[in-house]
């Protein structure tokens, strides 16, 4: 179906040419939408663009090649798929039109426009009465429930209007008055009118129509004056069913405000939907905020049809969100006996809609399958999404703790070590992995020497590694102490500091966190010189620029403060501060900048103490 040069043949030929260039521009960005629909227009513009069964094979064949794969790539355009179906219907006809249809409604069975398409097209093209029945209701289960399903009735009571097989027409309406819609007084108005002309036996279920029989003859008869004496009267069956009717139409106008109270209460999320089919542009906050909110109304209403049905709508609006999809699936394996529904559910989100770049669903996919016992199915997705996504983290834990759980500690840790051993994950990402593994022989093993020998031993490889050093503080941290091991343990937790201040390759913010986590363990767990050593560390990394030694030994070329210093004197006060003449002589501060980044920046305070002018001429360079 998808192949890269599906011409079969006439690429050469010079009509073709707009269909090459276009199909070479969806290769190269084959989420670009608009690119799709460029190559559509292309290909259905071929032979003047009135494709037909006399039309040239390799038309016929680039034609059906594209729509193929736009509609692999995007299942839930039900406009193409009803402009495939009438492609295919001049081309080949009924049959393959037809086909095109049901992949259609299986790829999105919830489009009430393309069920009621296919209905139409079934109509017109078939003459079996019951064929045409049975796909209307397949439609009806599918699209039923759609609060803008009007257009899906119309045409089934249409085609019974056809066939004047009023019988059935009142059947339809029955239906449709019990649910919540657009325009359900309409159809309750056509009902309660039919309903006047039907039999008695159509109009309601058996039981409650013996009901309202017994409780019509229950009643006394009325009494008629005739002279002196009142005469009571017998009802005839003809009163008998007057009464009855009237019951009745009280009966079908409880329905009808039941409906117009449930249609009343969903109004208000559906008037707030704006785009209730799928695009692949991005929904706005606002309608994402109602879908959430309309799924906790009926979930509160508690209706599982309606439920599912209404996520099914959502999913087709937000098929790319899937925060949509975990919740659905979250739901629907509260329901009892849904497993394979959820399965379903997860398979959808993962293979077709849910962006790869987004691996969270197929995580959760994989710890359903290991839940459900098939752990070769949830390797699988494991490795499925590192195919994709070399290297992601959160994916190879994810693994190696599947592997733990099922295989024991050597199978986790051989995980890490491919993983580690890999061209394909960069240094940041070994470093994490780095770290999670020494977690693995701390937490899981029992050997925090162990662990702590992994991390002395890999940390000159992870100089730059915010995970490895956070990770690698907090270890020696956590790491249970008595009075008289305390100072033992302090050292290698002054070491580890130590060499995030002066080893380490971090960014600025990221040291000055982690040091403010170790002052915090000083005051709280230190000795008598803690005090001491809190003092200072809070000098170098809170106080001025001027009084952070260690800052100042990192930009010095030769590892000296004095060199930072004198280049300080050389350069009005700061090493990072870039000088612009023409912005001096503007009367802008050149100190602002700097400020700003830093985040100490008061215009009130600048504006008062006014500008400050370097010495002509210099200029100052970011180590």
Same mark, same amino acid.
């Not at 109509?123 to 699209?143: K, M």
């Not at 019951?247 to 939907?273: A, M, P, V």
């Not at 899937?322 to 629907?332: G, I, K, S």
């Given at each position: 179906?998808?192949?890269?040069?599906?011409?079969?043949?006439?690429?050469?030929?010079?009509?073709? !040419?707009?269909?090459?260039?276009?199909?070479?521009?969806?290769?190269?960005?084959?989420?670009?939408?608009?690119?799709?629909?460029?190559?559509? +227009?292309?290909?259905? $513009?071929?032979?003047?663009?009135?494709? /037909?069964?006399?039309?040239?094979?390799?038309?016929?064949?680039?034609?059906?090649?594209? =729509?193929?794969?736009?509609?692999?790539?995007?299942?839930?355009?039900?406009?193409?798929?009803?402009?495939?179906?009438?492609?295919?219907?001049?081309?080949?006809?009924?049959?393959?039109?037809?086909?095109?249809?049901?992949?259609?409604?299986?790829?999105? $069975?919830?489009?009430?426009?393309?069920?009621?398409?296919?209905?139409?097209?079934?109509?017109?093209?078939?003459?079996?009465?019951?064929? *045409?029945?049975?796909?209307?209701? +397949?439609?009806? @289960?599918?699209?039923?429930?759609?609060?803008? !399903?009007?257009?899906?009735?119309?045409? #089934?009571?249409?085609?019974?209007?056809?066939?004047?097989?009023?019988?059935?027409?009142?059947?339809?309406?029955?239906?449709?008055?019990?649910?919540?819609?657009?325009?359900? &007084?309409?159809?309750?108005?056509?009902?309660?009118?039919?309903?006047?002309?039907?039999?008695?036996?159509?109009?309601?279920?058996?039981?409650?129509?013996?009901?309202? +029989?017994?409780?019509?003859? &229950?009643?006394?008869?009325?009494?008629?004056? $005739?002279?002196?004496?009142?005469?009571?009267?017998?009802?005839?069956?003809?009163?008998?069913?007057?009464?009855?009717?009237?019951? *009745?139409?009280?009966?079908?106008?409880?329905?009808?405000?039941?409906?117009?109270?449930?249609?009343?209460?969903?109004?208000?999320?559906?008037?707030?939907?704006?785009?209730?089919?799928?695009?692949?542009?991005?929904?706005?906050?606002?309608?994402?905020?109602?879908?959430?909110?309309?799924?906790?109304?009926?979930?509160?209403?508690?209706?599982?049809? +309606?439920?599912?049905?209404?996520?099914?709508?959502?999913?087709?609006?937000?098929?790319?969100?899937?925060?949509?999809?975990?919740?659905?699936?979250?739901?629907?394996?509260?329901?009892? %006996?849904?497993?394979?529904?959820?399965?379903?559910?997860?398979?959808?989100?993962?293979?077709?809609?849910?962006?790869?770049?987004?691996?969270?669903?197929?995580?959760?996919?994989?710890?359903?399958?290991?839940?459900?016992?098939?752990?070769?199915?949830?390797?699988?997705?494991?490795?499925?999404?590192?195919?994709?996504?070399?290297?992601?983290?959160?994916?190879?834990?994810?693994?190696? /703790?599947?592997?733990?759980?099922?295989?024991?500690?050597? $199978?986790?840790?051989?995980?890490?070590?491919?993983?580690?051993?890999?061209?394909?994950?960069?240094? =940041?990402?070994?470093?994490?992995?780095?770290?999670?593994?020494?977690?693995?022989?701390?937490?899981?093993?029992?050997?925090?020497?162990?662990?702590?020998?992994?991390?002395?031993?890999?940390?000159?490889?992870?100089?730059?590694?915010?995970?490895?050093?956070? /990770?690698?503080?907090?270890?020696?941290?956590?790491?249970?102490?008595?009075?008289?091991?305390?100072?033992?343990?302090?050292?290698?937790?002054?070491?580890?500091?130590?060499?995030?201040?002066?080893?380490?390759?971090?960014?600025?913010?990221?040291?000055?966190?982690?040091?403010?986590?170790?002052?915090?363990?000083?005051?709280?767990?230190?000795?008598?010189?803690?005090?001491?050593? #809190?003092?200072?560390?809070?000098?170098?990394? /809170?106080?001025?620029?001027?009084?952070?030694?260690? @800052?100042?030994?990192?930009? !010095?070329?030769? %590892?000296?403060?004095?060199?930072?210093?004198?280049?300080?004197?050389?350069?009005?006060?700061?090493?990072?501060?870039?000088?612009?003449?023409?912005?001096?002589?503007?009367?802008?501060?050149?100190?602002?900048?700097? #400020?700003?980044?830093?985040?100490?920046?008061?215009?009130?305070?600048?504006?008062?103490?006014?500008?400050?002018?370097?010495?002509? %001429?210099?200029?100052?360079?970011?180590?």
């Amino acid at each position: 179906m998808a192949d890269n040069t599906p011409f079969s043949g006439g690429e050469d030929k010079p009509e073709f !040419a707009e269909v090459v260039e276009c199909n070479a521009a969806v290769q190269k960005s084959p989420d670009d939408f608009d690119a799709w629909e460029k190559l559509v +227009r292309a290909a259905e $513009a071929l032979e003047g663009g009135g494709l /037909n069964r006399n039309s040239s094979p390799q038309a016929i064949a680039t034609v059906r090649d594209v =729509y193929d794969r736009l509609l692999a790539k995007f299942p839930l355009l039900f406009g193409y798929w009803k402009k495939y179906a009438d492609l295919e219907f001049s081309i080949a006809g009924t049959e393959a039109a037809e086909m095109v249809y049901e992949r259609g409604v299986a790829s999105i $069975a919830n489009s009430v426009d393309l069920w009621t398409n296919y209905c139409g097209f079934k109509v017109e093209t078939s003459h079996d009465s019951d064929i *045409i029945r049975e796909l209307f209701e +397949r439609g009806a @289960n599918c699209v039923g429930l759609d609060f803008l !399903a009007h257009p899906f009735w119309d045409k #089934y009571i249409e085609f019974e209007e056809r066939l004047e097989a009023y019988d059935k027409i009142f059947a339809i309406l029955d239906r449709v008055v019990h649910i919540p819609m657009h325009q359900y &007084a309409r159809y309750f108005e056509r009902f309660r009118q039919l309903a006047q002309t039907r039999p008695l036996e159509e109009l309601l279920p058996a039981d409650t129509l013996a009901q309202f +029989r017994s409780e019509v003859l &229950a009643q006394p008869p009325e009494s008629v004056q $005739a002279g002196t004496q009142q005469i009571k009267m017998e009802r005839g069956e003809l009163e008998v069913e007057r009464e009855m009717r009237v019951r *009745i139409d009280n009966f079908h106008l409880e329905i009808f405000s039941r409906t117009q109270t449930e249609t009343t209460k969903r109004w208000t999320y559906e008037s707030e939907i704006k785009r209730p089919y799928f695009h692949v542009n991005e929904l706005d906050e606002p309608q994402l905020v109602n879908w959430r909110k309309y799924l906790d109304f009926e979930e509160v209403e508690g209706d599982f049809a +309606r439920i599912q049905f209404l996520y099914e709508r959502c999913l087709v609006t937000c098929a790319f969100y899937d925060e949509f999809w975990l919740r659905f699936a979250r739901w629907m394996s509260a329901q009892d %006996g849904k497993e394979e529904e959820v399965r379903n559910i997860y398979q959808r989100g993962c293979m077709c809609f849910c962006p790869m770049s987004r691996p969270a669903i197929r995580l959760q996919y994989g710890h359903f399958e290991e839940s459900q016992g098939r752990i070769d199915v949830a390797r699988a997705v494991f490795e499925a999404i590192l195919i994709m996504l070399p290297g992601h983290i959160e994916t190879i834990i994810a693994w190696a /703790n599947f592997e733990r759980r099922h295989g024991g500690l050597d $199978a986790a840790i051989d995980v890490y070590r491919r993983q580690i051993e890999s061209t394909e994950c960069d240094i =940041y990402a070994k470093g994490a992995l780095t770290a999670e593994w020494a977690r693995l022989l701390w937490k899981i093993k029992g050997k925090p020497e162990e662990a702590r020998q992994v991390y002395q031993k890999n940390q000159h490889w992870y100089l730059d590694s915010r995970y490895f050093w956070i /990770n690698y503080l907090q270890f020696e941290i956590e790491q249970p102490t008595s009075s008289e091991t305390e100072s033992a343990q302090y050292e290698k937790i002054h070491g580890v500091i130590e060499d995030i201040r002066k080893k380490s390759h971090l960014p600025p913010a990221t040291i000055k966190d982690l040091i403010h986590f170790y002052m915090v363990y000083l005051l709280e767990r230190g000795g008598k010189d803690a005090a001491k050593e #809190y003092l200072v560390l809070d000098r170098e990394i /809170n106080g001025p620029f001027s009084v952070q030694t260690t @800052n100042k030994i990192k930009l !010095a070329e030769d %590892g000296k403060e004095s060199t930072t210093d004198r280049r300080l004197m050389m350069e009005n006060g700061h090493p990072g501060v870039e000088i612009d003449e023409a912005a001096i002589r503007r009367g802008e501060n050149p100190y602002t900048k700097y #400020y700003q980044q830093q985040g100490d920046y008061n215009p009130a305070v600048a504006a008062t103490n006014g500008p400050t002018t370097p010495a002509h %001429g210099a200029t100052v360079v970011v180590p």
